[in-house]
């Protein structure tokens, strides 16, 4: 290790006999460790890389939050010692609601800085069962009002309730194990760690309200003192319980004390007053009622910095003297409106409080022909700390003239930066000298918003339909610019490497009775022409123990990638045994498609592949990535530029996206090769659009970014998620109606809500789709996208709506509640095929039939008509659009990690 030595490693031994060197953390970067950063409440980070987004770090699941009206199922996160805690509800998209199907919530760990995923453990007595009632909850307001507060980081070691009543809990950072339980803070609301002890907000009585204030050694467990007074704190917050499309009666509201301690006081609130109690001792030093709020405090912003207490609230800014209680300055705050969480936004950096104008103003604009108006602050000011003078004004320029409401969370700053969120995120600049970004395509998690931290910007799942062509999903760790050194040009030579079987794989071209591709044929409308057996029986089984992708059929071999082993498989039809396997750099995640004799794939490492289809060996490989560059992506490494693995084959040319998003990474690139030797054809580069405070008028109506996926074909054009090109890669005009498309991409399988397939541009809020020249066939989980009703959700059990549309006429042809989840579906013939789990609620399992542990039905049905021909059982529900009819046969992909195939009997 001494050549890291010499670089600024420092050795550490690991075992007798066994050293290491540990890279230094930079001094350039910062953890955040409490919700508004640390103990003092200043969301703040000493984070001086963190910039606006342009590279991926990584990326992790879940791909979306479970459902918009309801709680959020991220509730908070923090990061220190190179980790990354939050809370997690894993159980099934779009399926929260006034029944008996359980949350699924854990406390999961993963590495800052790749996104592996350390350890998750589970979590009782946790979501909105727990706090309140009811379900439902509109956007605006945090329920509880103290739960980002239940969560602390500090070097190696994790505090936190394990559930909404339970005490607090010393966890180990690195393994997740419980070290220690202070059970003296039964029922804790917020948690702040200062130098080694505890501060916590525990009932003042058994079931009450008000609160007191703890103080326990962490090393020790042993109890310092608890505050003599209760305190009423508060819960006063921008709350809507009557929403456009109905409410709730509002449940009672846990209070919060807001607490902050800079190590010499402890700050709270108490209804109308703020009170200050001795760090030592606990006992209360001052008491200072605050102007104009008797009816209350709002929970605003609370901040112990440098002698000074910031109280920040809707109508007013405070200063008050961190010894006495005396109000130091008073400034006026203006309530924006709809969701601005305005009056929280009190940044303290270098001695200046940072927070937005009062003078406020009005913007009218029209929006798809109707007219609105909003109001906005025009400047981002700042106070000297301890005197309340103005002392900087940077203007914010257009970046805030837009319609809609604020992000539901509040915003987080750096000494460079306030990273706001009026539509995504938006940089402003605090120097005043660049320009304020606007990157309406990544936004954080509800009500708890976004991370500044380790130098990258955390941006965990989100339930937002807003932006769906450009809108990043999952949980992201993205990075400001930087030199990625030298990339290739997409013409260079040594992208293209040949193999030991080029020139001789040509073979037969598909037939009809073949299955070539994902969902068929270039347009993946999963409408195939041959015929399925109505009276069926399973022929052979495989297993091959791991997951597995949809399957493509050719001839009398079955293809199906292996994701998680990085690796394709062709497997002889009529025994199911395996022929040969072909290993690559990274996942693939869809199957292959043939053609002529030859197999052509995209991996997540960044190449595509063509192999002879017969023997699996190499024709050529043509690397799509413009640098060997990897990220941490769902728990592996890839390519910061994968490819799909189902590319597209059109006359003898391939087509296929390397790339995540448009606006990182240097954006995405559509590759056009020849499917004979892979030399490059076409090429077209997507990168960006950037927008910022100079290059705009209005952040309104601006055009999107793109998304990769699999590439489509329809007609002439060349499809990616909506975005048309012709056979050269040359941009074309939308079309007014798209054959068949999915809003998330033609491999989310999350059954998310308010993302849909659709077929003609219809909304018909479907969840699969199956295409033919004349006739749709859906699967509905929902009759109608009904946001911000109480009323509206899906109760397990209740079957999902199977529906045949005439694509002349767009009327219903028939329509059927069917008691399965579909996941996979295909039409042969005169035959519709579904296949998915149960849709059934098991008192003892309910989650089962979710994940697998019920089976799955294949059901046949007359497509004309919907009459239901026959049905069977499955052993393990198909993966997602995971069958495939060809030769008379059915191939199903299941869940388990098997093959099967099904023929008549």
């Not at 702040?192 to 703890?214: D, F, K, Q």
Request: charged letters at 20%; one cysteine or more.
């Amino acid at each position: 290790i001494e050549p890291l030595l010499d670089l600024g490693y420092r050795a550490s031994t690991l075992v007798k006999g066994l050293s290491a060197a540990r890279k230094p953390w930079p001094e350039n970067i910062d953890e955040w460790g409490h919700y508004q950063h640390a103990a003092d409440g200043n969301p703040v980070a000493q984070d001086f890389v963190v910039g606006p987004p342009r590279h991926y770090q990584w990326v992790a699941g879940p791909e979306y939050l479970r459902a918009h009206d309801t709680d959020s199922s991220v509730s908070m996160a923090v990061t220190a010692g190179g980790r990354m805690f939050y809370f997690v509800d894993e159980a099934p998209s779009s399926t929260p609601g006034q029944h008996d199907l359980p949350d699924k919530w854990f406390l999961a760990a993963r590495d800052a800085f790749n996104g592996v995923l350390l350890w998750k453990i589970p979590v009782e007595d946790w979501g909105w069962r727990a706090w309140k009632h009811t379900w439902f909850l509109a956007r605006p307001g945090d329920i509880p009002l103290n739960i980002q507060m239940r969560l602390v980081a500090v070097g190696d070691r994790v505090y936190v309730t394990l559930g909404y009543r339970a005490p607090i809990s010393e966890l180990d950072a690195a393994t997740g194990e419980v070290l220690r339980i202070y059970p003296q803070t039964a029922g804790a609301r917020e948690i702040l760690y200062h130098e080694g002890t505890l501060i916590a907000s525990v009932p003042a009585a058994s079931g009450a309200l008000p609160a007191r204030v703890m103080a326990v050694d962490a090393s020790t467990g042993e109890t310092l003192w608890i505050s003599e007074k209760d305190y009423r704190g508060t819960d006063q917050d921008y709350i809507r319980w009557s929403e456009s499309r109905g409410g709730v009666t509002p449940p009672v509201l846990q209070p919060a004390l807001n607490p902050a301690t800079d190590g010499k006081i402890v700050a709270v609130i108490d209804f109308d007053t703020v009170a200050a109690i001795d760090f030592a001792s606990g006992k209360e030093l001052w008491r200072t009622p605050i102007p104009d709020e008797e009816k209350g405090m709002w929970l605003g912003s609370l901040i112990t910095v440098d002698g000074v207490v910031v109280v920040g609230l809707p109508q007013q800014l405070l200063g008050l003297d961190a010894t006495s209680g005396k109000i130091l300055w008073r400034k006026p705050k203006a309530p924006i409106g709809h969701l601005w969480y305005e009056w929280k936004d009190q940044f303290v950096i270098d001695g200046l409080v940072w927070t937005w104008n009062a003078e406020l103003d009005t913007w009218d604009y029209v929006r798809n022909g109707a007219k609105g108006r909003t109001k906005l602050p025009t400047h981002v000011v700042a106070y000297d700390l301890h005197t309340g003078e103005l002392k900087r004004s940077v203007p914010t320029g257009p970046i805030f003239l837009t319609y809609h409401h604020h992000r539901c969370y509040r915003n987080k700053a750096t000494p460079k930066y306030i990273l706001a969120s009026r539509r995504g995120s938006e940089f402003i600049d605090l120097s005043g000298e660049g320009p304020h970004t606007v990157d309406n395509w990544v936004r954080g998690t509800c009500h708890f918003g976004m991370l500044l931290a380790n130098g990258l910007q955390y941006a965990p799942p989100h339930p937002c339909r807003c932006y769906v062509l450009e809108k990043l999903g999952g949980f992201n760790a993205l990075a400001p610019a930087r030199d990625l050194g030298p990339m290739l040009a997409p013409d260079d030579p040594a992208r293209l490497v040949r193999g030991p079987a080029f020139g001789d794989a040509d073979g037969p071209a598909a037939s009809a009775d073949d299955w070539p591709t994902y969902r068929y044929d270039g347009l993946h409308s999963g409408a195939a022409p041959g015929t399925v057996p109505v009276e069926q029986a399973v022929r052979w089984k495989t297993e091959l123990n791991t997951k597995l992708t949809a399957p493509t059929v050719v001839g009398d071999r079955v293809y199906v990638g292996l994701p998680e082993r990085n690796t394709l498989a062709a497997l002889d039809r009529t025994d199911g045994k395996i022929v040969w396997t072909y290993t690559t750099g990274s996942r693939i995640d869809s199957p292959p498609t043939y053609a002529k004799g030859k197999l052509v794939f995209g991996s997540a490492d960044g190449f595509v592949y063509c192999l002879r289809a017969r023997d699996g060996a190499l024709v050529w490989r043509f690397q799509a990535a413009p640098q060997q560059r990897q990220i941490g992506a769902y728990g592996k490494l890839e390519s910061a530029w994968p490819v799909h693995g189902s590319v597209l084959v059109v006359d003898g040319t391939v087509y296929f996206a390397a790339g995540r998003s448009s606006h990182l990474d240097g954006g995405i690139d559509v590759f056009a090769l020849s499917l004979e030797d892979g030399s490059l054809k076409h090429h077209r580069n997507l990168n960006g659009p950037f927008y910022d405070s100079e290059n705009i008028e209005a952040n309104l109506g601006l055009p999107e970014g793109y998304l990769a996926d699999i590439l489509q074909a329809d007609g002439d054009a060349i499809i990616m998620r909506g975005y048309r090109m012709d056979r050269t890669l040359s941009e074309v005009a939308p079309a007014k109606t798209s054959t068949l498309g999915a809003k998330g991409g033609f491999l989310d399988d999350t059954y998310f809500q308010r993302y849909f397939w659709y077929v003609d541009q219809v909304n018909n809020h479907a969840r699969l789709a199956v295409v033919s020249p004349k006739i749709a066939w859906m699967v509905r989980m929902f009759d109608k996208i009904s946001a911000l009703d109480p009323k509206h959700y899906f109760t397990p059990g209740q079957g999902y709506t199977l529906f045949a549309v005439d694509r002349a006429t767009r009327k219903n042809l028939w329509t059927l509640k069917v008691p399965v989840r579909v996941r996979a579906m295909a039409t042969v013939g005169d035959r519709l095929v579904t296949a998915g789990p149960p849709d059934v609620l098991d008192p003892e399992d309910p989650l089962g039939a979710f994940e697998g542990r019920k089976g799955g039905l294949l059901d046949v049905f007359e497509a004309q008509t919907g009459k239901r021909l026959a049905g069977y059982k499955l052993h393990s529900p198909p993966v997602f659009n995971g069958i495939a009819a060809a030769h008379g046969e059915l191939i199903v992909c299941h869940e388990d990690g098997s093959i099967t195939c099904r023929g008549a009997k």
